[in-house]
C-alpha cells in the first residue's frame, strides 16, 4: 500500500508517519519509484505498536527506538529479545527516597521467591528492574510502620502467577516471533493501567458486598 | 508526646510537620501552654499517611487534602466514606483522545459485570471512576486493532476478584473505622505499584520457564 492507504488505515497522519520514519520508528517502505514507496502489513503493525507506545503509553521517542531496537534484533535468542524489550519499557514509578530497609525485604523477597518455587525470578533479581521495583515498593510500605513482614505478599504472588500464564498463552496466539513481542510490549503498556482498573472496580464491588452500596445511582443510571 | 517527639518517632522534620499542620493536613495537637502542643498516637499514623501520599504517591496537597476530609467526615456511613476518599485519589492514567470504541466496549463491559455477578460494580458504574478508567483503556486497545471482545478481559477479572476479597480481609484486620479507611488508601497508593512490579516478575519468571533463562545472571550474583 501507498504512504495514504498507510495513513488511512492506521488514523495516522502522513506528517506523523514520516516523522516517525525519520527517527526510524517506521522502517522504510518498498522504494518504487523516486517518490513512492510501498507498505506492507508489517508496517500498519508497527505504526499501531509505535502510536500506544507514544499515544497511549507517553514513552519518550529515544525509548520507544530502543525498546524497537530489541524487537528488531534477530540475533537475540526469544527469551533475550522478549526480556531486553521489555526491560527497556519505562520501569514502575520508585519512591524517590534511599531507605534503611532495603537489605532485610530484599532478603524477604529471596526467600519469598524460594518459597514460591520461582527459581528463575530469583537467578534473575540481580539484573530485573521489576525485582528492583518490588522490593523499593515494599521497603517504603515497611518505612511507614506497615507490612511487618513479607507474608501477606505470597497469595498475592500465587494470583499474579496465574495472570502470568494467562498473559504468556495470550501472546502465544500470535504466529511469528516478532507479533510476539510487539504484543508483550502492547500488553504491558495498555493492559497494566485497564488491570489497575479493574482491580480497583473489584475493591468496589467487594467492599459494596459486605458493607453495601456506597450510594444509590443517580436517578439516571441505567 | 511534643512536636520533637512527633518528628523522631515518624523520620518527619519538625518544620514539614509545622508545614502539613498550617495546610490541615494533621488536625491540631492539645494545647498545653502558649508555644507548645501534646500529640497523640493517632497525629503520628495520620503523619505516615501523609507522608505516603506526599512522598511515596507524589499526590498534590489539596488532593490529600479532600482525601482526609473525607476520611475524617463522621457523618458519612462507612461505604460511603470508603468510596468518598478513594475515589478523590488520583485514578489510573487514561488515554488522552477520545475514541469511536468507547460505546460498544462500554456495552460490553456491562455485560461482563453482568456475567461476573458484580452487580454492585455495575449499578455504580455511573458514578466509579475506575469503571471509566477500564472501559478507555479498553477502547485504546480495541483501536490499536486488539482485543476483538472483551472476553479475554474475564478470567483476569476473576483473579483480580480473589485479590479484592485479600484486599479488604487485610484492611479488616484494622481496629478502628478511621485505621481500615487509612489503610485501603495506603493500600492503593503503596500496594499498586508493588503489585505492578509481582505482575511482571510473575511474566519474566513464566517466560523463563517456558523459554528458559533469558541469559545468565552476571558471575558476582548472590
Redesign the interface.
Known amino acids: 500500500m501507498r504512504l495514504a492507504e498507510l495513513s488511512g488505515r492506521s ?1 495516522v497522519s502522513t506528517a506523523t508517519i514520516k516523522f516517525y520514519l525519520r527517527e526510524g520508528l517506521l522502517p522504510p517502505g518498498r522504494q518504487v519509484n523516486a517518490s513512492n514507496a510501498e507498505y506492507g502489513e508489517e508496517h500498519l503493525r508497527r505504526l ?2 509505535v ?2 507506545m507514544i ?2 503509553g ?1 514513552i519518550p521517542v529515544a525509548t520507544v527506538r530502543e525498546v524497537l531496537g530489541h524487537v528488531d534484533d534477530d540475533s537475540l ?4 529479545r ?3 524489550a ?1 526491560w527497556a519499557l519505562p520501569q ?6 534511599e531507605d534503611e530497609h532495603l537489605d532485610s525485604v530484599r532478603e524477604e523477597v529471596d526467600s519469598l521467591l524460594d518459597h514460591l518455587g ?1 527459581s ?2 530469583l ?6 528492574p ?2 528492583r ?2 522490593v523499593l ?2 521497603a ?2 515497611r ?4 507490612g511487618e513482614n513479607t507474608d ?2 505470597a ?3 500465587r ?10 498463552d ?1 501472546m502465544e496466539n500470535h504466529p511469528t516471533e516478532a507479533e510476539r513481542v510487539e ?2 510490549i ?1 500488553g ?1 503498556v ?26 444509590e ?2 436517578p ?3
Not at 535468542?77 to 533475550?80: N, T
Not at 514502575?92 to 527516597?97: A, I
Open positions: 488514523g499501531r505498536l502510536r500506544a499515544q497511549v507517553r535468542g526469544r527469551s533475550f522478549l526480556g531486553a521489555m514502575v514509578p520508585e519512591p524517590d527516597q520461582w528463575n525470578a537467578a534473575l533479581r540481580t539484573v530485573s521489576s525485582y521495583s518490588l515498593a515494599l517504603a510500605f518505612r511507614l510502620g506497615y501477606i505478599v497469595p498475592y504472588a494470583l499474579m502467577q496465574q495472570m502470568a500464564v494467562l498473559d504468556v495470550f504484543f508483550a502492547l504491558t495498555l493492559m497494566e493501567p485497564a488491570l489497575t482498573a479493574l482491580h480497583r472496580l473489584a475493591q468496589e464491588e467487594e467492599t459494596a458486598r459486605r458493607y453495601g452500596l456506597a450510594h445511582p443517580p439516571d443510571a441505567g
